[in-house]
């Protein structure tokens, strides 16, 4: 796709100064703008089943108020309301009318697809001008040609997967994009890992595939582009480069910019939570370990072999078998340890309480600490004595991208020992279990995580992106927990910026809730607390399914519990046509067509289900919530967060576990009506939602529709009549 810069423009509705940097900047008109999307304007020109939402046009022009007044927005707009239009609008037209970017960020890959593929290319036509727009990835989607043309040349580190190599150069010779997502198989990790473009490894200008580089390309067009589409976790990336120094005048990740669109912004804690987190397992350590360094049989092989041979401190390589030897017996160390101190458990949290029994293991990873450490320094010491001119060999820029990683992992285990003092972070060890045929013989099947989380992110994300930004929009489906935002605004750092600079909005979904969906919750279900909860649902879930006539999403919070109740409805429905299906049968993305092309097929999920599965139609007639989703007590990071409200006085309850599970289920009863015309049930299995106080916050923010909180038996007779009829 080619796109062209136009910059004659829109017609404007004032100026607006920027007053720490003086800029003047042009108001985009309000009106006008909304004009676009309203009966008589281009829209309904150029699309024949227009309808007008004068949601969506409020929506709008409350965004293009953010746009002219530099408001961090927070705006809650329902499905339906369609909001991709009423964000890029607005956005188009400031990039175009003050020659500024404007990044739109989201959670889902599928969503950006959605506005690269049709949302924007149809913004274009609105509003009648060209308009620039690309969608980044972060660099290691790309296939670095340099690294590929090298691989050729170290063979021995594909063993056994040249054949996927060949296959990767291919491809390579004829894409446009260069892009992992248009390669028409799935390379594995390890291959795709050596051929990708790393910061570390690029040699810039220096390349000589910079020409034709893919990274390069993509980069060039943002730096002229209007709209840069990214996700969530690239944005952090570029934050996280901002803060640490490359400030926000020049390109870092990203180009400049000051302005950000969040659509799915429910999901930024999240996403900043996984993009700060640093966690270390055996695997990738001896992976890198083994890379660089590796002797069988006296004869070594590896990365240091190769710079050694270029270096003037060669002679130094001797060391690296005694050190590695000592990397691999203090790693065994802090396994043993790690597993000592889970016994039964499975995760287990580094703080006061527990300080005392994570002695042994501390003085194991402060060893690793030292070994790693060392043996980091060596790579270092003999990549340093290799002249200029040698510096292109592909075993210099391959040292470069491990040396990093072995260093952040040095600095990971340091912060380990120094957790007391790092009141910020949590630290927490987690025992995980291999697939089976990834056991080999005589290797442990078990294997331990090491992780540092941060405790909050709200001060990161008010001194990285509010307050630096001019104008920052957030939009979801599901912002509000209860009555307000308060709840999401802290957990961000929102709430920690200027009270005038932030704006709120409410943007009701236009469908016809009332006459589509039923809310049913059975009144004589046991609660979740109670031995015979997992019975009940196995007897209801298979007569629910019936009701429907399959059709059916059934959302857990419990794999164990999910895999029990779909034994026994497969048992119990053996005569049923429609497909009953699992969450880990197949890949999450096959499980979704088939569910949505099999009209009659039923679906048990947890997670990753319970947001972003948009199945508009029959195929899904009925949501089941088999649990409120409360996060489990045993997750580390959501207790030290708990810990940190108690502590200074607030309820961990009230203020973190409730607004939490109803942002989750706000999510899961999204699934239902994707489109005006779509008709369900949403049936929520555990009725502390009625018979306890705090259910209140998950019923407030229900759309108005038909609720029964009857008898099972009952509900079964009126789910059935109220989608067949
Ligand atoms: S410029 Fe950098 S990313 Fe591009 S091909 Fe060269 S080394 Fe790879």
């Given at each position: 796709?080619?796109?062209f ?9 004032g ?13 985009v008109?309000?009106?006008?703008a909304g ?17 007008e939402r ?16 530099n ?12 909001k991709?239009y009423?964000y890029?609008?607005?956005s ?5 009318v ?10 889902t ?7 690269f593929e049709k949302?924007?290319?149809?913004v ?13 990835k ?6 670095c ?19 996927e ?6 491809w ?31 040699m810039?200008?220096k ?5 034709e ?7 060039k067009?943002?730096?002229t582009?209007?709209i840069?589409?990214?996700n969530?976790?690239l ?7 901002r803060?640490?120094?490359a400030?926000?005048?020049d ?15 429910h999901?930024?804690e999240?996403?900043a ?9 055996r695997?990738?350590?001896?992976k890198?370990i ?6 069988r ?7 240091l072999?190769s710079?050694?041979?270029l270096?003037?401190n ?7 078998f ?10 065994t160390?802090?396994?043993?340890a790690?597993?000592?101190l ?13 300080a ?16 790693l ?6 790579i270092?010491?003999?990549?340093d ?12 820029w ?24 790092k ?7 987690q ?20 992780t ?10 008010n001194?990285?992106?509010f307050?630096?930004?001019s ?7 599901t912002?509000?927990?209860?009555r ?14 200027d ?9 009701p979904s ?7 969906m039923?809310?049913?919750v059975?009144?004589?279900a ?15 879930l ?20 999910l ?8 048992a ?6 429609g ?8 890949d999450?993305?096959k499980?979704?067509?088939?569910f ?7 679906l048990?999920a947890?997670?990753?289900?319970w947001?972003?599965?948009d ?9 089941i ?5 409360f ?7 959501f ?6 409200i ?8 009230m203020e973190?576990?409730?607004p ?15 489109r ?19 259910g ?7 759309p108005?529709?038909k ?7 009952e ?5 059935n009549?109220?989608?067949f009829?």
């Amino acid at each position: 796709m080619s796109f062209f810069y136009f910059c004659d423009i829109i017609k404007m509705g004032g100026d607006v100064e920027d007053s720490d940097e003086k800029v003047v900047y042009k108001k985009v008109n309000e009106l006008e703008a909304g004009g676009y999307i309203s009966q008589g304007g281009a829209l309904s020109k150029i699309s024949e089943a227009f309808e007008e939402r004068p949601v969506q046009v409020e929506l709008l022009e409350n965004i293009v108020k953010a746009f002219n007044e530099n408001k961090i927005a927070v705006f809650e707009a329902g499905t339906g309301v369609g909001k991709s239009y009423s964000y890029l609008i607005p956005s188009v037209l400031w990039a175009l009318v003050n020659h500024e970017k404007v990044i739109v960020s989201t959670g889902t890959i599928n969503l950006q697809q959605q506005l690269f593929e049709k949302d924007l290319p149809a913004v274009e036509r609105i509003v009648g001008k060209k308009v620039k727009y690309v969608l980044m990835k972060g660099r290691q989607n790309y296939i670095c040609m340099r690294r590929l043309s090298d691989a050729a040349s170290i063979l021995d580190l594909f063993e056994g997967e040249s054949e996927e190599l060949k296959r990767i150069a291919e491809w390579a010779q004829n894409s446009d994009t260069g892009s992992k997502s248009d390669l028409t198989f799935m390379p594995s990790e390890n291959v795709w890992s050596k051929v990708n473009s790393e910061s570390d490894a690029c040699m810039g200008k220096k390349c000589p595939f910079f020409g034709e580089c893919f990274v390069m390309k993509v980069r060039k067009e943002a730096a002229t582009a209007n709209i840069i589409i990214v996700n969530h976790h690239l944005l952090f990336a570029d934050i996280e480069s901002r803060l640490s120094g490359a400030g926000y005048e020049d390109a870092a990740v990203l180009p400049p910019y000051r302005r950000i669109v969040f659509d799915e912004a429910h999901g930024i804690e999240n996403a900043a939570t996984s993009f700060f987190s640093e966690s270390i397992t055996r695997f990738k350590l001896n992976k890198l370990i083994n890379q660089m360094y590796r002797r069988r049989k006296n004869s070594e092989s590896g990365h240091l072999c190769s710079l050694a041979i270029l270096s003037s401190n060669e002679e130094k390589a001797g060391e690296a078998f005694d050190l590695t030897n000592k990397i691999k017996l203090a790693l065994t160390n802090v396994e043993i340890a790690a597993k000592d101190l889970l016994f039964n458990d499975y995760t287990m949290r580094l703080y006061e309480a527990t300080a005392r029994n994570f002695g042994p293991f501390l003085v194991a990873v402060g060893e690793l600490s030292r070994a790693l450490g060392s043996f980091a320094d060596l790579i270092k010491l003999i990549m340093d004595g290799i002249d200029e001119d040698d510096k292109d060999a592909p075993c210099y820029w391959e040292s470069k991208i491990i040396l990093r990683l072995l260093y952040d992992y040095v600095i990971l285990l340091k912060n380990f020992c120094l957790w007391d003092e790092k009141k910020e972070d949590v630290f927490w060890i987690q025992k995980k279990r291999l697939p089976p045929d990834m056991v080999r013989d005589g290797s442990d099947a078990e294997f331990v995580i090491l992780t540092q989380t941060p405790l909050d992110i709200s001060h990161l994300m008010n001194e990285g992106v509010f307050e630096p930004m001019s104008t920052v929009v957030c939009t979801s489906a599901t912002l509000k927990t209860g009555r307000d935002f308060s709840y999401w605004m802290r957990r961000t750092g929102i709430s920690l910026s200027d009270e005038e600079r932030i704006i709120k909005g409410e943007f009701p979904s236009p469908f016809p809730y009332n006459k589509n969906m039923l809310f049913a919750v059975p009144s004589d279900a046991p609660l979740p607390d109670n031995i015979q909860f997992q019975q009940y649902i196995e007897m209801a879930l298979p007569r629910l399914i019936d009701a429907a006539a399959g059709r059916t999403l059934v959302l857990f919070t419990s794999y164990e519990s999910l895999k029990s109740a779909y034994q026994t409805s497969v048992a119990l429905l053996r005569g049923f046509s429609g497909r009953i299906m699992k969450q880990g049968d197949d890949d999450n993305s096959k499980l979704l067509d088939a569910f949505k092309k099999e009209k009659e097929s039923v679906l048990f999920a947890t997670d990753s289900f319970w947001q972003g599965v948009d199945i508009p139609g029959e195929s899904l007639s009925q949501v089941i919530i088999v649990k409120l989703p409360f996060t489990v007590p045993n997750d580390p990071v959501f207790v030290a967060r708990s810990e940190a409200i108690e502590k200074r006085g607030g309820s961990s309850f009230m203020e973190l576990s409730v607004p939490e599970a109803v942002i989750k289920f706000r999510q899961g009863i999204g699934r239902l009506i994707r489109r005006s015309d779509d008709k369900g049930a949403i049936v929520v299995l555990d009725r502390r939602i009625y018979e306890k106080k705090y259910g209140q916050v998950f019923l407030a923010n229900l759309p108005e529709c038909k609720r029964v909180y009857e008898p099972i038996s009952e509900l079964f007779r009126k789910i059935n009549s109220f989608i067949f009829n």
